[in-house]
Each structure stands twice: as structure tokens, then as C-alpha cells.
């Protein structure tokens, strides 16, 4: 009997994967280059469900149902690109091959391209959750063909996380789609960590809380509008004491964070598009930071603070504070992240229903959240919403904690304590609600030096004035064009 489903690459995600298959009943054909690992899923649990071991690609594909389905689960990069040319000579006409890594989008693009000149479905598909989500139900964010959907689909919607009886996986657009929303939901990511981190600093610094003190609070806001994945385990992590000293777990932490690339890439492909998600780009930053050692090294010789001592009289009404200004701040990076996806959206032609990925979002991944249910029924209010924060729900979240935010960031600010996210995404939301910004006077200094043009408020078209050469900070020759 054949397969309905392979899965090639069987480290911890890929084995997850064919096991959360299996356990929902499907037949699973299993393979990885190594055949040892191959080996170790049978043993260990193939008594779970039913899987068909191979020791060879040739006899993987075999093992499969047409059009075949194979899920590759290998590490992103030359891997996938190895995998996928041992396939291609394997497979028939009308397959389907799913890239299930980390890939990123533009590569996704291009195997698309290559597969679909051999006739062949391919499916970029972006999973999060890591390997709990893998194995119990992950969110799942698959491209491609939409026609490939109509096969595959069904399969992925039952073993993906579910939110009151709603799959966290649906079809998300054509070739790319899927990478790049899971890339960005990477960068939201980013920012809801750093985000958390800035709160934390905030209460341990203003109120001279310890580890268990703030575990405390995060516990509590992990019962209102900030209820989240990231907030429940930041108050488990928080609780945590280290084994070995016997102190609270996070103080024995290096504070160096590291990255595996989908912020940085989510950052550059913003700049592409010159869309600000300042708030991710921070978050990157933060930790770029954070590992900039001998950067901070000379600094905490030589730079003084100059800080005045915050005074904090009522404890509860400054963490009211925090966690205000924390939503609003929250508010700002999804909305930045939300415009990213509209951006490329068009600029792609992906028609990419962003109400559909806070849905399947709310499950599964580590950004799931109460709170994206807001997102959800924002867009189903008006599906081409230009700005997630100017949806009345969110406007008015927003603005109930606006005082506490800016009491924030400026307290903040006064005492030297760093908070890129916090205070950035106040600057950006100060920024997109301005009535007139200060870009009127750079579009008219780069008509001073680069007769850029600018236009006008009063007629249309471009202009350019005349300025005198002798002013300029060319003074061998001409300025610059
Ligand atoms: P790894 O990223 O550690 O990759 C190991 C797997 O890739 C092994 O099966 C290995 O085979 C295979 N592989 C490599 Br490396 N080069 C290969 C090649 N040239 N040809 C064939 N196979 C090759 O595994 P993972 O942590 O399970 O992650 C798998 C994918 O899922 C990655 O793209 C990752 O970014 C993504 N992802 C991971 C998480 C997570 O939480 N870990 C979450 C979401 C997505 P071998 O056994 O023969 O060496």
C-alpha cells in the first residue's frame, strides 16, 4: 500500500512532523540522507502510527501515492537545493514537492520557477511552533500553487494547531507567500521579545523588583489583554531559579542574544520596500547590541549617564504603566508588520488576506495571542484597513494608554534606562499621525544640493530652485547631482 505523504529530513522537526501525520492516520513514508535517523524514528516510534522506511530517495519516492506529496524538512539553504535536484530526475509530472525549512522567500521564488519547468508543484511552506508545534500542531503558512492547496490542504489544516475549532493553516498566495509570512511573523516575533525584555528591565530597574517579584506580574498581566505564549513562558523563565547557584535563572545568563537570521532578513526586505516596522528594526538592533562586546566594553568605562534617580511613589500605578505603554508598543509592531505584508502583497500580486494570518496565527506559533483575534475581526471590518492602528478597536486601546506610555518613555529616557522598542514606537506613532512632519525641510535640502525637485502644497507637479553654488559644501566645483 502507498503513501499519502513523505517526509524527507528527519531531524527534530521533520520527525515531529511525520509523527503528527501518523497520529492523525495517515500512511507515512519517512527518509533521511543518513539513513541512522531513518532508523532511530521506526524504533523509537513506530509503534505510533503507520510509516513506511526507506533507505534511498529512489525508493522513498516510490513508496508514494500520486500526485506524490513530499515535505522537505532539511536544514534551509544548499540542503533544500540538494534535495531538490536528487528529486527532480525522481519524480512525474503533476508532484508536489513542499519546502516545510526556514527558507528564505526570494530562494522559494526561484524553486518554484525550477519545479514548475519540470512540471512539478512546489510548495514554499513557512512552520512555526518549533518542534512541540511540529509534533502537537503547528501554525502552518503554505504557497504555492493554489491548485496544489486543493490536495495538500485538507491533509495540513488537520494537523495544525486548531483555535476554537479553526485550523492555523491556510492557503496564503502564490510562490513566496508562504516563506515570506512566516519570515515576517519571525519579525514580530522579534519585537514582541524585545519588547518583553523592555518591560522586565523597567520593573526591575524602577522598582528594584527581583526575578520572582516580576514573574509575578507578568503572570497576572498574562490574565488580561496581554495573555500570550511569549508572556506565559517569560513568567515561567522569570520563576526559574539555576540549578547549580541556586539564583534566579536569568541573572546567570549572558546578555548577549543571538539570531538565526529572519529578523535581519525581515528588516532588509522592509528597507526594500520602505516600510517602517521600526519596531522590529530595533528589536534586531537590540540584540546586534546586545552582542556588540567590545563596543560595550569601552562604553561602560567611559560614558557617563548623567541620569536623574526614578522616583516611583505608587508601585502599582508605574506597573499599570509598563503594561500600557507594553500594549500600545505591541499595537505599533503588529501594525508595522501588518503594512509590511499589504506591501509586499501588491508589490508581488500575492493577494494575501491579512486577517487570515492573524487567524492562524492565534495557534500553534509563538506569537500566538488572545490579542490576535482583534487583528482578525479588524480586517473583517474593512479588509483593505491601511493601518492596523487606525482601526477604531486599536485606536482606542491605543489611546487609553497613551498618557501611561509617554510616562513611560520619558521616565525611561530621564533615568538611562534603554528602551529602543518602547520609545521608537512611540516616535512612530507620534510620526504617522503628524499633521505636517519636518520632511518638507529634507526634500528641500536635497533640491539645495541634488536639484532633487520638490513639490508643493499649493499646485502640482515638480519644481527646483536656483540656489547659489557658493553656499554649497562642494567648494572645488560643483555640487553632486
Ligand atoms: P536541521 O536544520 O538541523 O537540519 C538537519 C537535517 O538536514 C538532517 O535531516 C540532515 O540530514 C539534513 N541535511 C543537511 Br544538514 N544537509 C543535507 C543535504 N545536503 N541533503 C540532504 N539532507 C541534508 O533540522 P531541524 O532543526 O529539524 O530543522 C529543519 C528545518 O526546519 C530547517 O529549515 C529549520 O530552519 C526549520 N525550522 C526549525 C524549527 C526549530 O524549532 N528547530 C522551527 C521551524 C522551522 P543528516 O541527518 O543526513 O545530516
Given amino acids: 500500500e502507498l503513501a499519502q505523504i513523505g517526509v524527507?529530513?528527519?531531524?527534530?522537526?521533520?520527525?515531529?512532523?511525520?509523527r503528527n501525520f501518523a497520529h492523525h492516520g495517515y500512511r507515512v513514508a519517512v527518509h533521511n540522507r543518513t539513513q541512522a535517523r531513518t532508523d532511530s524514528l521506526l524504533a523509537d516510534h513506530g509503534d505510533e502510527g503507520d510509516f513506511v522506511g526507506s533507505s534511498s530517495l529512489e525508493e522513498f519516492v516510490q513508496s508514494l501515492e500520486r500526485p506524490r506529496r513530499i515535505i522537505i524538512m532539511v536544514k534551509a539553504g544548499a540542503g533544500t537545493d540538494a534535495v531538490i535536484e536528487e528529486l527532480i530526475p525522481l519524480l512525474e509530472s503533476g508532484d508536489i514537492v513542499i519546502d516545510a525549512g526556514n527558507a528564505h522567500f526570494p530562494d522559494t521564488v526561484r524553486r518554484e520557477k525550477l519545479l514548475a519547468e519540470h512540471d512539478l508543484?512546489?510548495?514554499g511552506m513557512g512552520v512555526s511552533g518549533g518542534e512541540e508545534g511540529a509534533l502537537k500542531g503547528p501554525s502552518i503558512m503554505p504557497g504555492g500553487p493554489a491548485e496544489s492547496y486543493e490536495s495538500l490542504g485538507p491533509m495540513l489544516e488537520e494537523i495544525?494547531?486548531?483555535?476554537d475549532g479553526v485550523p492555523c493553516c491556510t492557503y496564503?498566495?502564490?510562490?513566496?507567500?508562504?516563506?515570506?509570512?512566516?519570515?515576517?511573523h519571525n519579525g514580530i516575533e522579534y519585537a514582541d521579545m524585545q519588547l518583553i525584555a523592555e518591560a522586565y528591565d523597567l520593573l526591575g530597574r524602577g522598582l528594584g523588583a527581583d526575578a520572582a517579584e516580576i514573574a509575578g506580574i507578568f503572570r497576572t498581566w498574562n490574565e488580561g489583554d496581554l495573555e500570550s505564549f511569549l508572556i506565559e513562558i517569560t513568567a515561567e523563565v522569570l520563576a526559574h531559579t539555576d540549578d547549580r547557584t541556586g539564583k534566579p535563572f536569568v541573572d546567570i545568563i549572558l546578555d548577549q542574544a543571538e539570531q538565526k537570521g529572519t529578523g535581519r532578513w525581515t528588516v532588509q526586505n522592509a528597507l526594500d520596500l520602505g516600510v517602517p516596522i521600526t519596531g522590529i528594526a530595533e528589536a534586531t538592533f537590540a540584540r546586534a547590541l546586545s552582542g556588540s562586546v567590545p563596543q560595550r566594553e569601552a562604553a561602560r568605562e567611559a560614558l557617563p549617564a548623567d541620569a536623574e534617580e526614578w522616583v516611583i511613589e505608587d508601585r502599582d500605578a508605574f506597573i499599570e504603566d509598563v503594561r500600557l505603554a507594553l500594549y500600545a508598543s505591541k499595537v505599533v509592531a503588529y501594525s508595522q508588520g501588518f503594512d509590511q505584508i499589504a506591501a509586499a502583497s501588491r508589490e508581488n500580486d500575492w493577494n494575501i488576506d491579512r486577517g487570515a494570518m492573524a487567524r492562524i496565527w492565534r495557534g500553534g506559533c509563538i506569537i500566538r495571542a488572545r490579542f490576535l483575534n482583534r487583528i482578525t475581526e479588524?480586517?473583517?471590518?474593512?479588509?483593505?484597513?491601511?493601518?492596523?492602528?487606525?482601526d477604531p478597536y486599536f485606536t482606542e486601546a491605543v489611546g487609553n494608554g497613551l498618557a501611561a506610555w509617554r510616562r513611560i518613555v520619558a521616565g525611561a529616557a530621564r533615568?538611562?534606562?534603554?528602551?529602543?522598542?518602547?520609545?521608537?514606537s512611540l516616535a512612530y506613532y507620534d510620526g504617522i499621525r503628524a499633521q505636517r512632519l519636518p520632511a518638507a525641510?529634507?526634500?528641500a535640502q536635497r533640491d539645495f544640493f541634488g536639484a532633487h525637485t520638490y513639490r508643493r502644497v499649493d499646485d502640482e507637479g515638480a519644481f527646483h530652485v536656483e540656489w547659489s553654488l557658493d553656499r554649497s559644501e562642494t567648494s572645488e566645483g560643483r555640487p553632486a547631482g
Fill in 378 to 390: 479588524a480586517y473583517e471590518r474593512d479588509p483593505e484597513l491601511p493601518l492596523l492602528l487606525a
Fill in 441 to 443: 525641510l529634507i526634500q
Fill in 160 to 163: 495544525s494547531a486548531h483555535v
Fill in 8 to 18: 524527507t529530513g528527519l531531524a527534530v522537526m521533520g520527525r515531529n512532523l511525520a
Fill in 121 to 123: 508543484h512546489f510548495v
Fill in 415 to 424: 533615568a538611562g534606562v534603554p528602551t529602543p522598542a518602547f520609545s521608537s
Fill in 172 to 184: 496564503i498566495g502564490p510562490d513566496g507567500a508562504g516563506h515570506f509570512v512566516k519570515m515576517v
